[in-house]
């Protein structure tokens, strides 16, 4: 990492070495992994290295490689070997959180049934596992395997409930999967007859797609069938109006809401985004000034929404005006809403300034703020902090992840610099991260300018300027 600062931390709050002391044993095994190029080196640096494993620590080791299902698979391994350690549900199910990212299911399993088969111990498979294991399906869109794992469940312990339904439907939904959720809430009726809570999911499935007529024909058929709507379900068909553009029609059915006082925060918030997405802020101020009155007290999201418009239209003295509001009445601002104000900056200095206000203000920032200000930095050719974000990002335990080597490999190409960013791209694909076909593209593109020079790709001259 670059050290020409003289303070515990730079111009960016990036961490310099004095802030992991040796103390912390996740970082030294963290640096320990990736000093030690092959497997043997790995094993024969751990083995040395005097750190008592513990639950807590392998916690945090595998939190500092989320996105290296790997480098994480063998120290957990490693781990379950070292004396008078035993792995518990919390350390599998974290590994199988990163597996299921990876989605190396057929592994995923072998550990499950590990997890099951304790011998005289009880089971340490929960509705925690079966959860991770549907929603990873549900991402990688195989809606039959998640559907199948649900009904697994009795092999390992687990009751067939509604709650575990209603998370099998809520993953399906979530990854477009709608269509499919509403015939199995239908198919299964009679197992886990549909309770407004399910009926809800399925409802905000179709918003979420963005689909009005899902949403008007599904909310119909409840009217129809006798079911009295509750705030959620309200607050999901004044989203879906507002998404389509709906605008006049979510205002008349926000003020059948208001007059019958049946209205909460997100119900607000949800039409004052709206009202400002239409450059009505006028009409946005004025339900934000009255939320009061149903005792609907702005919280961050409420502000969020007009500061992200406000910085829109760069209007940056009300921006902070906000900012400053909501920070003397004790409405602390979160990644969100540093992001806004990040996204607008014009230079490097105003950038660094926005971070510095975020870092004093308590507010962490994510490794989505990294991926921001790393974006930012390339289109700059602020390569310098680039490199000594990415360190910081890696020091912090919070990846880099996909979206990291995606902006590495695009920006730097587009900067010319092919060398770094087919390097970025290796990494990627040796951390077993999955490449989106945009990125393939592009590395496709920059091997076959390659090969018109002919001239392999780490000949090709890097562009720094």
């Not at 009005?212 to 999901?236: A, S």
Request: aromatic share 10%; hydrophobic share 35%.
């Amino acid at each position: 990492m670059y050290s020409g600062a003289d303070s515990d931390h730079d111009e960016l709050g990036n961490s310099t070495t004095s802030d992991f002391p040796e103390g912390n044993d996740a970082l030294v095994i963290q640096r320990l992994l990736k000093i030690n190029p092959t497997r043997k080196d790995r094993v024969r640096a751990l083995n040395q290295c005097g750190i008592t494993i513990c639950m807590d620590l392998v916690l945090q080791v595998l939190a500092r490689h989320k996105n290296d299902w790997k480098i994480a698979m063998f120290f957990f391994v490693w781990a379950t070997q070292q004396p008078g350690y035993s792995n518990g549900t919390e350390t599998y199910n974290a590994l199988l959180t990163i597996l299921g990212k990876a989605q190396q299911f057929k592994t995923m399993w072998q550990l499950v049934k590990e997890m099951h088969n304790q011998g005289d111990s009880p089971s340490l498979v929960t509705d925690e596992t079966f959860t991770i294991l549907i929603r990873r399906y549900a991402a990688a869109h195989m809606v039959e395997r998640a559907i199948e794992t649900f009904d697994k469940r009795e092999e390992f312990g687990l009751k067939l409930n509604a709650p575990a339904f209603q998370i099998l439907i809520c993953a399906l939904c979530r990854y477009k999967h709608v269509e499919e959720a509403e015939g199995l809430l239908n198919l299964r009726q009679n197992d886990f007859p549909m309770d407004m809570k399910s009926r809800n999911i399925i409802l905000n499935g179709w918003c979420a797609l963005g689909n009005l007529h899902g949403v008007k024909r599904f909310w119909n058929e409840m009217i129809k069938q006798g079911h009295r709507p509750d705030l959620i379900t309200y607050n999901t068909y004044l989203y879906a109006l507002t998404k389509k553009g709906k605008l006049n029609t979510a205002l008349k059915l926000f003020d059948e809401m208001w007059n019958k006082g049946c209205i909460d925060v997100p119900t607000c918030n949800n039409i004052i985004d709206a009202l400002c997405f239409k450059k009505r802020i006028p009409e946005a101020r004025a339900i934000f000034g009255k939320m009061n009155e149903h005792g609907c007290l702005p919280n961050v999201a409420t502000y969020n929404s007009l500061i992200k418009h406000v910085c829109n239209n760069r209007r940056m003295d009300k921006a902070y005006e906000l900012l400053d509001e909501m920070e003397r009445k004790g409405c602390a601002p979160n990644v969100r809403t540093y992001h806004y104000f990040l996204k607008v900056a014009k230079n490097p200095e105003e950038a660094l300034k926005i971070f510095q206000r975020m870092m004093r203000s308590g507010c962490m920032p994510t490794c989505d703020t990294y991926n921001l200000l790393l974006r930012m930095f390339i289109y700059w050719n602020d390569l310098e902090r680039v490199l000594r974000l990415w360190d910081d990002l890696e020091k912090k335990g919070m990846g880099p992840d996909q979206r990291s080597y995606t902006v590495m490999i695009h920006g730097l190409y587009d900067k010319g610099n092919f060398e770094e960013a087919y390097k970025y791209y290796n990494e990627m694909t040796e951390k077993g991260l999955l490449v989106e076909p945009r990125t393939k593209i592009l590395v496709e593109a920059m091997e076959i300018k390659a090969k018109e020079r002919k001239v392999g790709i780490h000949d090709v001259k890097i562009n720094t300027k």
